[in-house]
């Protein structure tokens, strides 16, 4: 359920019956055991890792591309740097409380907001967690869309915190394609997921509106180029 506080205008995110947090231990069991059978394949591998280092990164995925969100973080990133952190933006929906509560199963710090509910109050948590030494995954055409168009948050959080966006996209062979706004895929079992990394794409602190624009209009390219669905 959510509540609001009509004399402060704070919104307060859905939270998850017991029921709830039993579906979403479920999902985590599924997610796990599919993602056991996942090819993943990052292109450049060692080449990608070694221009991140230890930077601190913006994740920045298409929203179709979420249920491999976990399985990258997790199986790439994670495997190979296990001190770094993860906090990912997360709705502050119904749907955002289910994949919320799965997001803490993979030991990630889920943040609830979005550009329609909460979105100012997530933009601080998120910044105050990048002062702590945590990467940000978020998906910049989320959580409603416009499909692939990258939204300004992701601009204002990078301005914020001078960490970097990496875009990052994955071609999945073969998947299931729901009738979603957003086309989510979700990968069949023992499909072949080709993870592909684009340049980071820093955004100066001082930066104006017309440069925000055309930072936000770069990692929208990026993340195309890097596109195959």
């Excluded at 702590?132 to 055409?141: A, H, L, N, R």
């Excluded at 980071?200 to 930066?207: G, I, L, S, Y």
Aim: glycine share 6%.
């Amino acid at each position: 359920m959510s509540s609001s506080n009509p004399s402060s205008g704070l919104v307060v995110p859905h939270t998850l019956s017991v029921s709830g947090k039993l579906l979403a231990a479920a999902g985590y069991v599924f997610l796990r055991a599919l993602s056991a059978t996942l090819r993943l394949h990052l292109e450049n591998h060692d080449k990608i890792l070694q221009s991140i280092g230890e930077r601190r990164i913006i994740f920045a995925l298409w929203h179709n591309r979420l249920a491999l969100s976990l399985p990258i973080c997790r199986n790439i990133f994670l495997a190979t740097q296990p001190c770094r952190r993860v906090v990912a933006l997360i709705s502050a929906s119904r749907d955002g409380a289910i994949l919320s509560e799965l997001m803490k199963h993979y030991g990630i710090q889920p943040v609830r907001g979005s550009s329609s509910r909460r979105g100012g109050q997530a933009l601080r948590e998120l910044v105050s967690f990048t002062k702590k030494g945590y990467d940000v995954t978020i998906t910049p055409d989320g959580p409603r869309g416009p499909k692939y168009q990258v939204q300004e948050g992701v601009v204002m959080l990078a301005q914020l915190t001078g960490m970097p966006v990496l875009p990052v996209s994955v071609k999945i062979h073969p998947k299931k394609v729901l009738a979603s706004w957003d086309a989510f895929q979700v990968p069949f079992p023992f499909a072949r997921c080709d993870v592909r990394v684009g340049q980071p794409v820093d955004v100066a602190r001082e930066a104006n509106q017309e440069e925000r624009e055309a930072k936000k209009l770069l990692i929208e390219k990026s993340l195309m180029d890097l596109t195959i669905d």
